[in-house]
């Protein structure tokens, strides 16, 4: 079993949708959640960055965290056809032992919003 | 632009070579990360240094190895080629060691096929 799970799609949406992504985690260690987003043929850029349970906005993207039921959401209001790529979560551990800035990620989920 | 330089782009090599990688991290940036990228496996940590050390190791093959040097950029050297080592092989950087808060800048990536 992998330390995160998030489905990877592919998800197709209409232009204006909301869009809901979702990750689960198995190690309780983990305790900063990042979400990135990676388009074709580019390197993954960092969208949101969160480490405590609750929600986080940031313009039209919201990151949640609940760390009780090993759980990160991203939800992007308003979906734009710019906003199609793959999205990936990502997860560390404090730093220190063997693990320091080690991201633990998805398999990503493949997104596409449709005019 | 997230002001980390790989190179080459592309790389096309035979079974049983060997190739080196290249990465420049962000000005003032002391770490630098190698993750792999397949279709199967997802986005894998591969290694970190900073300042020069080796800071942490994950899934890297015995046939791979790394090293930062003085001036701070890194390669990663991959041996013995097989055929599954066709991937993407991104480099990333941070400022410090991994932080809490800390981000993690991504380069454009290597694409290498070995055929």
């Known amino acids: 079993q992998k330390e995160v799970e998030q489905d990877p799609g592919p998800l197709s949406v209409p232009e204006g949708a909301i869009v809901s992504l979702n990750c689960t985690y198995s190690?309780?260690?983990?305790?900063?959640f990042m979400w990135y987003r990676q388009y074709s043929r580019k390197g993954p850029e960092l969208l949101m960055y969160?480490?405590?349970?609750g929600n986080k906005e940031d313009g039209r993207f919201t990151a949640q965290v609940d760390k009780s039921s090993k759980y990160i959401s991203l939800f992007i209001r308003d979906s734009q056809p710019s906003d199609s790529a793959t999205y990936l979560c990502?997860?560390?551990?404090?730093?220190?032992?063997?693990?320091?800035?080690?991201?633990?990620f998805g398999q990503g989920t493949i997104l596409t919003v449709h005019p | 632009d997230s002001g980390v330089t790989q190179t080459p782009k592309h790389l096309i090599t035979a079974t049983g070579q060997r190739v080196t990688l290249r990465c420049s991290p962000r000005s003032g940036d002391l770490s630098v990360y190698w993750y792999q990228q397949s279709l199967d496996q997802g986005l894998q940590f591969l290694i970190q240094?900073?300042?020069?050390?080796?800071?942490a190791k994950g899934n890297i093959l015995e046939r791979f190895s790394a090293q930062q040097f003085p001036d701070l950029h890194s390669e990663l050297n991959l041996s013995s080629l097989e055929l599954g080592d066709s991937a993407l092989y991104f480099c990333?950087?941070?400022?410090?060691?991994?932080?809490?808060?800390?981000?993690?800048?991504f380069g454009p990536g290597t694409r290498l096929l070995v055929l």
């Open positions: 969160t480490y405590s349970s």
């Open positions: 990502a997860m560390r551990k404090p730093t220190g032992g063997t693990s320091y800035g080690k991201l633990t």
């Open positions: 240094y900073y300042n020069g050390e080796e800071r």
């Open positions: 990333a950087s941070s400022v410090e060691a991994g932080g809490a808060g800390e981000t993690q800048y």
């Open positions: 190690n309780s260690a983990f305790q900063y």
